[in-house]
């Protein structure tokens, strides 16, 4: 019998969900809409720190992260965003491809998996 | 050493893995591929049920859900049939993007990991 | 408390990450990208081999892999090399999807989930 932690429980995707001392996250995206790609990163990342925080985890921790950017002309202003924040010496597995998103503004969306 | 168990095994892929009390879906799409994206949402959650009930998990226990759609425009048609289905109080961690899948007449593709 | 080992450190991103007897891989992509669909897909596998067994783990542990190309056209060469190295009884859950890469030359790029 495994235990299943939810955190952010919303009608249709909950944000944080912890298993088996893994912890997987949502698609993350800025909320400020009017960002470009790299305000946009910034805001996703800010995210990604606050939900593995609340479960007492943090981005040293993070296992795999895929990235959605919706443009692949924006991926160095992405990696910008994403160098100053990545954890040197803690990098996670990460792979990042170009897909529409759900909303035309989004640029960014990157899922997460962590360890707790 | 960690044992692992296969289930529906193909020469390409496997629809059920399971590991360290973790349940990995390839992707499911539907049978019909003549329905819309409503009627091929519908599909490919009853495969899903399917799938984690053979293995003792069940829709409660979904940790992750990755939903590739072919047309963002099939957004709500897809939600529609997700909100009917998704279990209040046990939703997933879950992202939605838009990409073309291997058979033009796929509207909807879903990849799961679960808790047994 | 749960121990996280990370192999291949880069700046960006880490090639190999292990935690919880579970092993997860950066989206891995040729080295020659003169290759067509075909030869880019045996150079990946080929990536994934490598950095399975340097862990100790390989391809008939692979738990879930998730199969980013850039044309959806390249399907069958991409298949027909996947199918010459999939491990028959062994084969993972495997999605595949059409997606830009980072780099426009890349036909195929593959992220994966595997057990220790």
């Known amino acids: 019998m495994s235990s299943?932690?939810?955190y952010h429980v919303g009608p249709r995707l909950c944000e944080t969900v912890v298993h088996n001392n893994t912890v997987y996250l949502a698609g993350q995206i800025a909320e400020d809409l009017?960002?470009?790609a790299l305000g946009q990163?910034?805001?996703v990342l800010a995210?990604?720190?606050r939900l593995l925080a609340e479960v007492g985890s943090d981005k040293t921790?993070?296992?795999q992260v895929t990235i959605f950017i919706t443009d692949m002309a924006d991926f160095d202003a992405m990696n910008l965003a994403w160098s100053e924040w990545v954890?040197?010496?803690h990098t996670p597995a990460r792979a990042t491809v170009q897909a529409k998103?759900?909303?035309p503004?989004?640029?960014v969306e990157m899922t997460v998996i962590a360890a707790l």
């Open 87 to 89: 954890p040197q010496g």
């Open 4 to 6: 299943i932690q939810r």
């Open 105 to 107: 503004r989004y640029k």
């Open 41 to 43: 990163t910034v805001e």
């Open 101 to 103: 998103l759900a909303d």
């Open 61 to 63: 921790k993070i296992l």
């Open 34 to 36: 009017d960002k470009d």
């Open 47 to 49: 995210c990604i720190d």
